[in-house]
Every structure is written in C-alpha cells, then in structure tokens.
C-alpha cells in the first residue's frame, strides 16, 4: 500500500522559507499571491495490512513534529497513478 | 572535585570535540566519548552533554532522527534519574525533538546562518547550570546556527516564565525567537537546552570565557550534592 504523509506548519506558526518563496514569485511578476507556506511530502510503501493507527503513531513519533507541525495521512489508490 | 562527564556524538555533529575539551578543563577528567547507536550509556555519570552540529544532516529536521537514535533511549532513562543534561544548538534541538524539553527550533526568521557573538541575560541564577551567574546578569556567548528560532504556543510558553525555566535570553533578539528565548530548563531543573554555545567561550582566545562558568557551576553543584 502506498500512503503519502502531507506535513505542513501549523497556522500561526512563522515560515521564513514560504514567505522568502512568496518574495521570489512576487520578483519572477507573479501578482495575487497572498501568502506562500512550504510543507513536505513523504511517500511511504507499507505492508497492506499496516492499520491506521500504526500510521498515526508514525507521524507523531518521527515523520511530523506535532509541537509545530500538522499531518495528512493520504493512502493512494493502486491504480491511480498516471 | 572531578566528574564522569559524556559526550554523546551522532554522525554530523561537529561540537563534540569542543565540548569535551570543556568538560575536561573544568574538570581535569577526559570526557567519556558516547557514539549514538550505543544503546547503554557508561555507568555512573554525573553529566551528559549533547554538542552542536548537524546530526544525520538535518534530515526531516534538525534534531529528529538524532532523538530517536538507540542511545537517546538511555538518556532520557539518565534525564528522569535526575542526571544533569546540557544540550548545545544542535543538541537543542535533540532535546526537544525528544520531548526532554518543551517546543521546537524553527528555521531563523531572517532566513539567514547566525554566527557571532550574542549578548545573553541570565535570567535563572538557580539552577544547577547557571547558579554562579547574577540574575540578570549578561554574558556573551557566540551562536551559529540556522534553526534557533525557538517556538511553543503562549500557554507552554507562559509557563516557562512562571516557573523560572527560561534560563537565558537574546538582550537584542537575535534569530526570532518567541519571547527572545534562549535556553530553557525541564521540569526538574536537570535538563538545559541552549542555542548559544559556551564550549565556545572557554578561553582568552575564544574572546571571552563567559561560558567557562556554566560548567563550573554544573561541577560545584555536583560538589554539594
């Protein structure tokens, strides 16, 4: 099974790299950005019978620092891909 | 007075040495060099240090494959039994992706590396670790980092401050760090984390040896124990 974990800042937590990328499109003339945040995508392939729960346990044990960041777990149709 | 002093060194940390050069010069004892996949720390320590650096490369942040690593399990062990923890920049950043202290290190909020002197003031004189300090007193100590903006949400942080456990902070603000938080204590007063690094200032030629006293005090308050 294929599970991609989406890792984001949390609201309200400062993200210097979005708002240096913000600058950077804003410089390249893109117009209407009104905010840039950066997150992570971490692609897992996992036994099929890995419950939610252990999924859980992964994103707030290691793959995502809950302190300031938030997760979506998002488990990928085989099938799906182009 | 001596000590069993140890410094733990993951692959990418780079301050390992430096720190145990100053344990060793408060001391005359060698620091015991502890390599991360170990899964026992020496027996009978009286002093942990986790130094600065890069470990695993920052990977998914900074800090957070070092805190899962075998021998994180053993200090947390050392840090509940009481044994005093000092954690340096990277090793910061170590503790509190370990949950040994409260919030995280955000990226600098200018972006850039930080690397100079910084004026730090104490604001916790009682600890183990900044004891022989004034309250109040300012002190410099250099920083290099990139991660040290230092955050957690206002209640944590309100906390910290009524109970005495932000242990220094930037005179000037320095990396953005919320409430110009620079070090912060556990709980119990026996785990330290600190941006700044005063392995660093140890010695006339570092340009200064205010950070010399630091780990004079965490020595003489083995002493008393």
């Known amino acids: ?82 | 007075m001596s000590w069993r002093a140890a410094v733990i060194t993951f692959p990418g940390s780079n301050c390992d040495r430096d720190m145990a050069v100053a344990l060793e010069t408060v001391s005359g004892a060698p620091a015991i060099r502890v390599w991360h996949g170990d899964a026992e720390l020496p027996d009978r320590l009286d002093f942990i240090a986790l130094p600065g650096g890069f470990s695993y490369g920052d990977y998914l942040r900074s800090g957070a494959m070092a805190a899962v690593s075998p021998i994180m399990r053993a200090v947390a062990a050392a840090a509940e039994r009481g044994v005093p923890v000092l954690g340096v920049c990277n090793g910061f950043q170590v503790l509190t992706e370990a949950r040994l202290l409260p919030g995280a290190l955000l990226r600098n909020a200018g972006q850039n590396f930080i690397c100079k002197d910084v004026r730090l003031r104490v604001e916790n004189s009682q600890s183990l670790f900044t004891a022989g300090y004034d309250a109040g007193e300012e002190i410099t100590i250099p920083v290099a980092h990139h991660d040290g903006n230092y955050f957690a949400d206002a209640e944590t942080l309100d906390r910290l401050e009524g109970e005495g456990r932000v242990a220094f902070r930037y005179v000037t603000g320095c990396n953005g760090s919320q409430r110009d938080i620079a070090g912060v204590l556990n709980q119990a007063g026996n785990v330290m984390g600190m941006m700044p690094h005063p392995e660093r200032a140890i010695d006339p030629a570092h340009g200064g040896t205010d950070g010399l006293r630091l780990f004079e005090n965490a020595l003489n308050a083995l002493a008393r124990i």
Request: a negative charge.
């Open chain 1, 1 to 82: 099974m294929k599970v991609r974990v989406h890792v984001s800042l949390k609201p309200g937590v400062l993200d210097p790299q979005g708002r240096a990328v913000h600058h950077a499109l804003e410089g390249l003339g893109f117009a209407g950005v009104s905010d840039v945040r950066v997150g992570r995508t971490i692609e897992l392939d996992v036994a099929d019978h890995t419950t939610d729960g252990q999924l859980e346990e992964m994103c707030r044990k290691l793959l995502a620092n809950t302190v300031i960041e938030s997760y979506r777990i998002e488990k990928v149709r085989e099938g799906a891909e182009a």
